[in-house]
T-cell receptor
Framework: AQTVTQSQPEMSVQEAETVTLSCTYD???????LFWYKQPPSRQMILVIR??????QNATENRFSVNFQKAAKSFSLKISDSQLGDAAMYFC???????????FGQGTRLTINP | NAGVMQNPRHLVRRRGQEARLRCSPM?????VYWYRQLPEEGLKFMVY????????ESGMPKERFSAEFPKEGPSILRIQQVVRGDSAAYFC??????????FGPGTRLLVL
């Protein structure tokens, strides 16, 4: 069965600093996708970044980048130049090719200190 | 291009009543998914639908819950005879292809 584990319930970072959120997953499949979603206090789920497992290059979206280690089944999110608006719950999610259902981790609450 | 629309945003029901949650996918999206989020937890998959078809309902409780995505109109998640344990946020997502799902703002259901 698919599982996604986020081992950091809470993280905090100073504004303008860099923070890394951890995520590990377990799957026996070779074709899959990984995502980071952000859930601010409004509780809207916002897609931050996505990674295809077949791509070796790590995905990047502006200040957000991932470190995808397929052999280790690790998918961490790095946020550079942290901003107050980055404060939110961050969820890592896994999607098996052809399965259509996202499996989410428990979430990491990120606080940005001014 | 409007995002995924959900209504109502907040719904209060008494035990035993029915709850109907609506979801309109993004324009051009034919895949709809429903997820449930309990307080302080991640989202849990409930059901995946395409127009007029339930593709995967492996996350749906066996009783009281049903979902549909008719040829015309929004997708509906229906909960009959609600109980306090049904109180949660219910999120709908849609996708054009199966890889990337975009979420609506959610419906917060409170059962008194």
């Amino acid at each position: 069965a698919q599982t996604v584990t986020q081992s950091q319930p809470e993280m905090s970072v100073q504004e303008a600093e860099t923070v890394t959120l951890s995520c590990t997953y377990d799957t026996s499949e070779s074709d899959y996708y990984l995502f980071w979603y952000k859930q601010p206090p409004s509780r809207q789920m916002i897609l931050v970044i996505r990674q295809e497992a077949y791509k070796q290059q790590n995905a990047t979206e502006n200040r957000f980048s991932v470190n995808f280690q397929k052999a280790a089944k690790s998918f961490s999110l790095k946020i550079s130049d942290s901003q107050l608006g980055d404060a939110a719950m961050y969820f890592c999610a896994h999607l098996i090719q052809g399965a259509q259902k996202l499996v989410f981790g428990q979430g990491t609450r990120l606080t940005i200190n001014p | 291009n409007a995002g995924v629309m959900q209504n109502p945003r907040h719904l209060v029901r008494r035990r035993g009543q029915e709850a109907r949650l609506r979801c309109s996918p993004m324009k051009g999206h034919s895949h709809v998914y429903w997820y449930r989020q309990l307080p302080e937890e991640g989202l849990k998959f409930m059901v995946y639908l395409q127009k007029e078809n339930i593709i995967d309902e492996s996350g749906m409780p066996k009783e009281r819950f049903s979902a549909e995505f008719p040829k015309e109109g929004p997708s509906i998640l229906r909960i009959q005879q609600v109980v306090r344990g049904d109180s949660a946020a219910y999120f709908c997502a849609s996708s054009a292809r199966v890889e990337t799902q975009y979420f609506g703002p959610g419906t917060r259901l409170l059962v008194l």
